[in-house]
T-cell receptor
Framework: DTEVTQTPKHLVMGMTNKKSLKCEQH?????MYWYKQKAKKPPELMFV???????INESVPSRFSPECPNSSLLNLHLHALQPEDSALYLC?????????????FGPGTRLLVL | QKEVEQDPGPLSVPEGAIVSLNCTYS??????FMWYRQYSRKGPELLMY????GNKEDGRFTAQVDKSSKYISLFIRDSQPSDSATYLC???????????FGKGTLLTVNP
């Protein structure tokens, strides 16, 4: 089963709100990722967790705060977002340490910031 | 020069046509090559994965990698309307967790 699940599917939030995106995988993968994707663009890497530790932060603004509670779960906490943060937020996972980097993506959360 | 170049199209073909999608790259360290299919408003779906040079076939899909030319291709035989999507090439050097994506090619297969 190569499934990554994400909730919610859609999210509308104001610039003063706090919300969280959730991601789950049960493939035994030890690397998990957050990407941001704008329309007609490829996914853009935000964060990488490897063995539940943050290993890559692509200079993402602090209004995005990732969390990895355990090896199957990944959260992205959102606070004081801007309208330009509206995008499709994708979670992905892969086996860690193989170098293969074959990443499996979830369906995404479509975020609209008003 | 971008690390990965992919013709964004759009590409429109009749049903049953053979489709060829291509990417070129400049980084010799890339060893792992992937093709993802992304339907509108959905997450990317891994279609094909190839390590180093060679061909790989899966049903109507064939992936080719030519490392000497730094060129990868995805062929779709007997294309179907359900193949209409954006196709993203992606590659990595295996030393970190980063994938480098092409811009994606939007394919429409007309019935």
């Amino acid at each position: 089963d190569t499934e990554v699940t994400q909730t919610p599917k859609h999210l509308v939030m104001g610039m003063t709100n706090k919300k969280s995106l959730k991601c789950e995988q049960h493939m035994g993968h030890r690397a998990m990722y957050w990407y941001k994707q704008k329309a007609k663009k490829p996914p853009e890497l935000m964060f990488v967790y490897s063995y539940e530790k943050l290993s890559i932060n692509e200079s993402v603004p602090s209004r995005f705060s990732p969390e990895c509670p355990n090896s199957s779960l990944l959260n992205l906490h959102l606070h004081a977002l801007q309208p330009e943060d509206s995008a499709l937020y994708l979670c992905a996972s892969s086996q860690a340490g193989t170098g293969a980097e074959t990443q499996y993506f979830g369906p995404g959360t479509r975020l609209l910031v008003l | 020069q971008k690390e990965v170049e992919q013709d964004p199209g759009p590409l429109s073909v009749p049903e049953g046509a053979i489709v060829s999608l291509n990417c070129t790259y400049s980084n010799s360290a890339f060893q792992y090559f992937m093709w993802y299919r992304q339907y509108s408003r959905k997450g990317p779906e891994l279609l094909m994965y190839t390590y180093s040079s060679g061909n790989k076939e899966d049903g109507r899909f064939t992936a080719q990698v030519d490392k000497s030319s730094k060129y990868i291709s995805l062929f779709i035989r007997d294309s179907q309307p359900s193949d209409s999507a954006t196709y993203l090439c992606a590659m990595s050097g295996g030393s970190n967790y980063k994938l480098t994506f092409g811009k994606g090619t939007l394919l429409t297969v007309n019935p």
